[in-house]
Nanobody
């Protein structure tokens, strides 16, 4: 049973930073799986934010390029999302996804960017 647990969200002012963490369990293949961060704002569809392959290749949504960095620590079965220069439009629940399994989601972590 694959599980992901997101953490690290909170309330920050515009221009601030947060680092989200996603701890995965229930698989011995974490190191080869593509991991992803999605986000969902109220009333909107869940949208892909960033991906990182097992080999470390990354891709980002245009809206976060240059501000967010996805990384992984395979020894800890954990993926991170460093979020810098946060903007109000980044406000959303952020979800981690393993191996592009969009049929399974954790509880998410709330990020609120507001003055």
């Amino acid at each position: 049973q694959v599980q992901v647990v997101e953490s690290g969200g909170g309330l920050v002012q515009p221009g601030g930073s947060l680092r989200l963490s996603c701890a995965a369990s229930g698989t011995i293949f974490f190191h080869i799986y593509t991991m992803a961060w999605y986000r969902q704002a109220p009333g909107k569809q869940r949208a892909l934010v960033a991906t990182i392959t097992g080999g470390g290749g990354t891709n980002y949504a245009d809206s976060v390029k240059g501000r967010f960095t996805i990384s992984r620590d395979n020894a800890k079965n954990t993926v991170y999302l460093q979020m810098n220069n946060l903007k109000p439009e980044d406000t959303a629940v952020y979800y981690c996804n393993i191996n592009l399994r969009t049929d399974y989601w954790g509880q998410g972590t709330q990020v609120t960017v507001s003055s």
